[in-house]
Structures are given as C-alpha cells and as structure tokens.
T-cell receptor, first 114, second 114 residues
C-alpha cells in the first residue's frame, strides 16, 4: 500500500537556523503531496501542497519540491522562528480502489529556541 | 473558511462504556474522515465516508463504527470502550474525492478510557 516516511524528531534548532525535514513516499499512480502543520492544542492545517512532478509548493517561507525521480518532498525554510515550533506531517493522496485515500507520515516535531 | 467542529475537546470514559464522538462540518463537503493520533505512530485512518449513509473501513477499524445520516455530520462510535482506545481523535473533511483535495481538520478530542 501507499506509505510516507519522514525523519524522526524532535528537530531542535536555534532561531534563524535553516530547516530541512525529509519526506519520502511510496505510491502507485501519481499522488498529490502535502505538508500539514499542527500547532500545540490544535488540529492539523495545510501548510503547502504540490500536485505534479517538479511542482514547488510554498507558504509562510516554507517550501517543498515534488521530486518524482527520488520520490521525495522535503520541507525547507531558510530562517526558522520560535513561532514555527510545531509538529509537521508529510502526506499524500493517491488513488486506491476507486477512492483517493489520504496517507500521513508519523510527524516530525520541531522545537525552535530563541 | 471551512469549519470542522468536534463536540468535545476532552472526554473521560470508563471501560465498557459506549462512546460517541461527533463531528460537524459547515461547507457541504462530501468526504469525511476519522483518524486517531498516537505519539510515534502519527495519524491512522479509522473510517471514512464519501457520501451520506456510505462508509468505508480504514486501516484500523476494529472496535469502532461510524454513522453518517446527514451530510454535515460524521459520528465515531466506540461500542465498548477499552483502555487501548485512549487517544487523540481527529475528524477531517474535504470538498471532493480527488488527489489534489486538501483536508480540513477539527481541533481533536482527547479521549481517556479508565
């Protein structure tokens, strides 16, 4: 079946450091890829998405590029802030038995210190 | 913005009780999902629904059932709660069933079964 693998956390950084969270996937067909963010005490919300190979999704200084050849969708930010502390989930949505089932990675906790 | 509302933020129940978790969305979305979130395991799909009165099993349906009598409401039922069902439960919805459709999440219900 489809699966998403993302790097384990927590990732601990100082403010203004560069962030990379790795995500790779396995899927049949051509999935759409997503990054969701979960702030403390809240549900998940969409951060960015890409729907086809070589697309770059971006939002709030975060970006990720859909790499079909390496089946990856790594999340990056050039300069993190304390307010970026959250759990980040990589996800895909791909055809499965006539439906499009969302599949999530295990999440990566990011802690940013002042 | 789409609003997905889960009826309780925290819930404490006893082993063997029948438990109802309610979820309502206000934007006429066709698809609705129930996930449980556990540390280190990420989000796991319990059940989903693509239309009123329709339901499909996800990855971990055992011990759960669902009901969707109206389009806006999707209920998760624990027929006889057990301690291993202590978890965070997240409801989500999407407009349609396409790979590019993002999910909108509720804030979650933290269920403790004693």
């Amino acid at each position: 079946g489809d699966s998403v693998t993302q790097m384990e956390g927590p990732v601990t950084l100082s403010e203004e450091a560069f962030l990379t969270i790795n995500c790779t996937y396995t899927a049949t067909g051509y999935p759409s890829l997503f990054w969701y963010v979960q702030y403390p005490g809240e549900g998940l919300q969409l951060l960015l998405k890409a729907t086809k190979a070589d697309d770059k999704g971006s939002n709030k200084g975060f970006e990720a590029t859909y790499r079909k050849e390496t089946t990856s969708f790594h999340l990056e930010k050039g300069s993190v802030q304390v307010s970026d502390s959250a759990v980040y989930f990589c996800a895909l949505r791909a055809p499965s038995g006539g439906s499009y089932i969302p599949t999530f990675g295990r999440g990566t906790s990011l802690i940013v210190h002042p | 913005d789409v609003k997905v509302t889960q009826s309780s933020r925290y819930l404490v129940k006893r082993t063997g009780e029948k438990v109802f978790l309610e979820c309502v969305q206000d934007m006429d979305h066709e698809n609705m999902f129930w996930y449980r979130q556990d540390p280190g395991l990420g989000l796991r799909l319990i059940y989903f629904s693509y239309d009123v009165k329709m339901k499909e099993k996800g990855d971990i349906p055992e011990g759960y059932s669902v009901s969707r009598e109206k389009k806006e409401r999707f209920s998760l039922i624990l027929e006889s709660a057990s301690t291993n069902q202590t978890s965070m439960y997240l409801c989500a919805s999407s407009l349609g069933d396409r790979e590019s459709e993002k999910l909108f999440f509720g804030s979650g219900t933290q269920l403790s079964v004693l």
